[in-house]
């Protein structure tokens, strides 16, 4: 049984900074890639920053420069460094894994944490 945890939302105030973990329980076949997605509510669920299993990252436009996604396979989680924060990154923010083997593509995601950018 695989579960995701995200830990780490709140409440910050414009230009400031949070770090998001994802921890992951039970057994993904590898290779994996793990990605932050955030949603607010009337949009539709948006990448924001992807990494792969060899550390390849790719972000939204709107966050480069300003997130880090990284991972720790020992610990098995990932992380999302948000720095320069603005009310526009208000979101439930959800960690995602994907994997595909011999011919099927898994999808797993966490419960989601809120992040609320305001003075």
């Known amino acids: 049984q695989v579960q995701l945890v995200e830990s780490g939302g709140g409440l910050v105030q414009p230009g400031g900074s949070l770090r998001l973990s994802c921890a992951v329980s039970?057994?993904?076949?590898?290779?994996?890639?793990m990605g932050w997605y955030r949603q607010t509510p009337g949009k539709q669920r948006e990448l924001v920053a992807a990494?792969?299993?060899?550390?390849?990252?790719n972000y939204e436009n709107s966050v480069k420069g300003r997130f880090t996604i990284s991972r720790d396979n020992a610990k098995n989680a990932a992380y999302l460094q948000m720095n320069s924060l603005k009310s526009e990154d208000t979101a439930v923010y959800y960690c995602?894994?994907?994997?595909?083997?011999?011919?099927?593509?898994?999808?797993?995601w966490g419960q989601g944490t809120q992040v609320t950018v305001s003075s």
């Open positions: 995602n894994v994907k994997n595909s083997i011999f011919g099927f593509k898994n999808d797993y």
């Open positions: 039970g057994h993904i076949a590898s290779p994996y890639n």
């Open positions: 990494i792969t299993s060899t550390g390849s990252t």
